[in-house]
């Protein structure tokens, strides 16, 4: 397929490695905990098949799209062979990142999304210490290969494209270390960055939904003659029963002397 990008080193290879495990591990609980809570019929998950992030998706259909050549991913994504508006939700797990054209993945996304589909992004944050590693030229790991998107941008992209963001979330923020036992020491790091600076995270996760533009009701100019026959027997019933109940009310007294 035309545009594809062949990437330097395969991304479940760096998975493998302790800095790529602990990334994985977090978005792998991020996509078990929200796959759970969405519904549907047919779920995509584009990119990265080696790793089952719709494992706790509770759609019947769930499809896994990604070639491998040798030790290298080829990301070719800008034609998806379903039919338009035939998924419930697709996952591109940091797909957008080693792609030529991202744009036309999302246009692709968008036209094989059903209205009020869901989409769900992870991308590593360029505003983090990732991303400041990937800015001041840092050549190892795999993740410094790829071009880091911001969210700003990204969610400028799906406003334009018609999708609405419903949630976000980052997570990985200790440095980028490629030792197990410096990661392991800046544990602490998670639970207190996601309460003081959130979007430091080395990842995040963009879940958005597309929505369509919706149709007005036209309303139609009653006859209220004809409305009035139409009544059901119940409410005619109730009204000359109350009009009985007016008259009687209306009706002289009589008085004896």
Not at 38 to 60: K, V, W
Not at 112 to 132: A, C, D, K
Not at 192 to 212: P, T
Request: proline share 7%; glycine share 8%.
């Amino acid at each position: 397929m035309p545009n594809c990008k062949l990437t330097a080193k395969n991304l479940s290879e760096w998975f493998a490695t302790p800095q790529g495990g602990y990334v994985l591990t977090r978005e792998q609980a991020y996509f078990d905990r929200t796959v759970s809570d969405i519904f549907g019929y047919n779920a995509l998950q584009l990119g990265l098949p080696e790793h089952d992030f719709l494992r706790s998706s509770r759609m019947p259909l769930r499809f896994s799209a990604g070639n491998q050549q040798g030790n290298a991913v080829r990301l070719c994504c800008t034609e998806l062979p379903f039919v338009s508006a035939s998924l419930d939700l697709v996952l591109i797990p940091h797909v957008l990142e080693f792609a030529e054209q991202p744009h036309q993945i999302l246009r692709e996304v968008e036209r094989v999304l059903m209205p009020e589909g869901s989409l769900i992004i992870s991308g590593f944050n360029p505003r983090s210490l990732w991303g400041l590693r990937h800015a001041l030229g840092g050549k190892q790991g795999y993740p410094c290969r790829g071009h880091f998107i911001a969210l700003l941008r990204l969610k400028d992209w799906l406003s334009f494209l018609g999708f609405e963001v419903v949630g976000r979330r980052f997570a990985a923020y200790a440095p980028p270390f490629r030792q197990a036992k410096w990661l392991e020491r800046h544990a602490f790091m998670e639970a207190a960055g996601d309460r003081w600076w959130a979007v430091s995270g080395g990842v995040y996760f963009l879940h958005a939904i597309k929505r369509v533009p919706g149709m007005r009701l036209i309303k139609p100019q009653w006859n209220e003659r004809l409305v009035s026959k139409l009544l059901p027997v119940a409410p005619k019933l109730n009204n000359k029963i109350t009009q009985r109940r007016g008259t009687a009310r209306r009706a002289p007294t009589k008085t004896f002397e």
